[in-house]
């Protein structure tokens, strides 16, 4: 018999679980607030359980389904990267990075993806499956147990503990939106108020331009933030980047995108990963402007590319970067660029799961 994975179980679920059990319905939620609440791993900290519900939870059920495999952090002690193995031996990624009051969580929805952008390293490897909604979840929970550790120790990060996460980004490996009715589930859990309690505001889903989804999320009553992984401005050209672009083109996207405001009032965030000589020229950044400006509110996000070793796609350079930006903002475009997090680490999507594949690229990240 194979055991249950609590954390794929909702509170209802949880519930039923108790009563096909012969234990009163409450139990599921006593079960619930330990798993999502205090981030139990064993059974047996559940201490307000009668002992023999606790030893059936331990023979028939498991909580935590990650297995670290290595992690690395930054030279500045900013970032740490993760890859974890799943209980049928996939692997996949998450990143922890520390701004001056954020704790940002970079997790993923796939083990692999099927987007198939040539510059993402994910991509590179295809898809493999989508990931439950408790996989999703033990990530978070994952990075959250070690922050709120009372140790001055941060083994190697520079973070003050105990502390909390503070921000998601559903921006690791896959399309969320491919994976929808996990990753909202998953986020719903992390976003509930009477357990894990992280405001559904500092959490923010990035998606390709899966048109039918985010019409979807458009009518989710989940104030998430949305951000589209646009990089380019004309379909030609992101035909060759995001080849989603080819079933969802550019004016249905942002016809969509309009949609979506009209129903929530939010802003869209636009990343735009940059790459020298690819899109970073200053024709670029007009049509940019061009395309973006209709939406009632919009921000782009300029994301120097973490390259993947051998790759042909490459960084632009801060000069061009700093152009770019500023044709933006001249034309009325909010504009930041990101910083640059963990490119010794190889901490941009699916990059040290392709590094573990690759020892000598993995013995060379490490060192």
């Known amino acids: 018999m194979s055991k249950i994975f609590l954390l794929d179980l909702t509170r209802p679920q949880l519930q039923d679980l108790m009563k096909s059990w012969g234990q009163p319905a409450y139990r599921g939620n006593q079960i619930y607030d330990w798993l999502h609440k ?16 606790r030893e059936r939870l331990a023979a028939e059920t498991y909580i935590n389904p990650l297995e670290l495999i290595v992690q690395v952090d930054d030279d500045a002690g900013e970032t740490r990267t993760a890859l974890f193995r799943l209980p049928d031996g996939s692997t996949i990624e998450v990143v922890l990075m520390l701004y001056d009051k954020r704790r940002t969580v970079c997790i993923s929805t796939q083990v692999g993806c ?34 709120r550790q009372d140790n001055p120790d941060s083994e190697g990060l520079a973070v003050q503990r105990p502390s909390r996460v ?99 009032h939010r802003r869209v ?68 660029v990101r910083l640059r997090r963990g490119v010794e680490i190889s901490a941009g999507c699916g990059q040290l799961r392709q590094a573990k594949q690759q020892p000598e690229v993995l013995k060379f990240i490490r060192s």
């Open 38 to 53: 205090n981030l139990v791993t064993d059974p047996a900290q559940m201490t307000n359980l009668p002992k023999a519900l």
């Open 166 to 264: 503070t921000n998601i980004v559903v921006m690791g490996m896959g399309e969320p939106l491919a994976n929808y009715d996990a990753t909202m589930q998953a986020l719903r859990a992390i976003a509930d108020p009477k357990t894990f309690a992280l405001s559904a505001r500092n959490i923010t889903l990035s998606t390709s331009g899966l048109i039918p989804k985010i019409d979807r999320l458009a009518e989710e009553q989940f104030p998430i933030r949305l951000a589209v992984s646009l990089h380019a401005p004309t379909d030609r050209l992101r035909n060759k980047l995001a080849p989603i672009n080819k079933r969802y083109g550019l004016n249905a996207l942002m016809a969509a995108l309009h949609r979506y405001q009209d129903k929530t």
């Open 269 to 336: 965030t636009f990343e735009y990963a940059m790459m020298r000589g690819i899109n970073d020229a200053a024709e670029q950044a007009h049509l940019l402007a061009d395309l973006l400006l209709p939406l009632k509110t919009a921000h782009v996000n300029l994301i120097p590319l973490n390259p993947t070793p051998g790759s042909p796609y490459q960084p632009s350079p801060r000069e061009a970067v700093r152009r770019f930006q500023q044709i933006l903002e001249d034309a009325g475009v909010t504009t930041t």
């Open 114 to 147: 099927g987007i198939g952008c040539p510059f993402c390293a994910t991509g590179l490897g295809g898809l493999v499956r989508n990931l439950s909604p408790g996989e999703i979840i033990a990530q978070v929970h994952w990075f959250e147990r070690w922050l």
